[in-house]
DNA sequence: GAGTGGTCTAGACCACGCC
DNA sequence: GCGTGGTCTAGACCACTCG
């Protein structure tokens, strides 16, 4: 019996698919197991807290750990520049700037963001291709009471992404994923029938608490995001 | 100086984000970060984990650990059991039957589950209600050959998910979400015209590599899977 | 109150990858 | 090689919560 944590993981899983713990049963406690494995408690801790992060077993103080009665499945999307993305696929990416302007938002964009009525935005529409057909269209709104800057950025050459994630590292996001036809000032540059169901990732984010930005991503038709474990 | 994981991973996140290190910027070492801060290294070993873990930086054994130039976004929603999922949100849960059949099943699903021509499997398909309102219709089709007894279930009463759940431990799926033109058969139940755009999660799982069930997920128009960070 | 998970420590060895 | 992260150990204290 080796003493990895990942071996550990691996035989409790074991006896939980095999049927050895069922669902809602309780889990012996972290040193009994320690003793049957013959590994220290900070090991089979280790391996019972990547379990409850899957979300295969529950653990709560006093009362144990147990096997989750209906499990939570959890799917973790990577969401990279779409360049990488792109190149990542082996294909060759490509960039061209659609709209720019100054201006104030819409409503919509502003209730994303809690921004007030007026607030003035960088509009950016822009199309990322990948081998020379539509891929992505990005529309995006920056706002400018925190980046004044982006008032005069050029967006001809690259896209406000990599723009901005040079300028704000690291920050809150809330990412909303949803089908949408294709508006007809998207259906154009995708190269689709406006009305097609489109994957549409939205995001706004903040930084301290402050609004940045909300784009509004419209993948071209078929586009599918995956995940296995 | 507080000695906790999450007390030295703030301040390292906080380092990062103020700029002190910029994306790109190799990190002290770990030893020298536990002597910083007057913890033990396994401490700051378990908050640059998670800082890993979540994309922030990047580490690589003898190379160190950097800050992430392009920060790896990642999205992790959960998805319960729908039932849950309705109920958690204060509506009342309601279930209904539209179809059920055993026979052969459609290309289409054979190849997402490696299944061979003239596989007969259960199809089920039903609608899930929120306070009386179509809330997602589930297209469901499970492999004979390993859940022979799923011939004969009834899915009158409750959808197959809890069926399975409890039959189908924990096994390896595959995740996708996409957009999709309601079809005719799904339009109808979810009370939207044909054609409209609707987000559609589709899960293929296997247990043992032997595949189990596919599902096509159809969600009422307007819906969205929302994720903070 | 008592038991369980959550966490920290101090020390150690190992494996991987640059040089 | 040799330094860095990855992991394990043995022991300890704490926090939460159930009975």
Redesign the interface.
């Known amino acids: 019996m080796a003493g990895n944590w990942r071996t550990i993981r691996a035989e409790i899983?074991a006896r939980?698919?095999s049927?050895v713990w069922?669902?809602g049963t309780a889990l012996p406690g972290e040193v009994a197991l320690a003793l049957g494995f013959g590994v220290a408690r900070a090991t089979v801790n280790r391996a019972m807290r990547d379990l409850a992060e899957e979300?295969?077993i529950e653990r709560r103080r006093r009362a144990g750990s147990r096997?989750r009665p209906?499990?939570?499945?959890?799917?973790?999307?990577?969401?990279?520049?779409v360049r990488?993305d792109i190149e990542d696929r082996g294909a060759a990416y490509a960039y061209r700037l659609l709209l720019s302007a100054v201006g104030p938002a819409p409503s919509e964009v502003r209730d994303r963001l809690g921004l007030p009525e007026g607030a003035a935005m960088r509009h950016v529409l822009c199309l990322h291709l990948a081998d020379g057909r539509p891929w992505q269209a990005e529309d995006r709104w920056i706002s400018l009471s925190l980046l004044p800057e982006a008032a005069a950025a050029d967006f001809s050459a690259a896209g406000p992404n990599?723009w901005l994630?040079?300028r704000v590292?690291?920050?809150?996001?809330?990412?909303?994923?949803?089908?949408?036809?294709a508006e007809a000032h998207i259906a154009g540059p995708l190269a689709c029938a406006p009305?097609?169901?489109?994957?549409?990732v939205?995001?706004a984010t903040r930084?301290d608490g402050q609004p940045v930005t909300f784009v509004r991503l419209w993948?071209a038709p078929?586009?599918?995001?995956?995940?296995?474990?």
Chains 1, 2 share one sequence.
């Open positions: 899983l939980i698919t049927g069922a669902p979300g295969i096997v209906a499990p939570v499945r959890q799917a973790r999307f990577d969401i990279p520049l990488r990599e994630v040079a590292p690291y920050s809150g996001v809330e990412i909303s994923i949803l089908a949408a036809p009305g097609t169901a489109l994957l549409v939205e995001r930084w993948h078929g586009h599918r995001m995956t995940t296995r474990y």
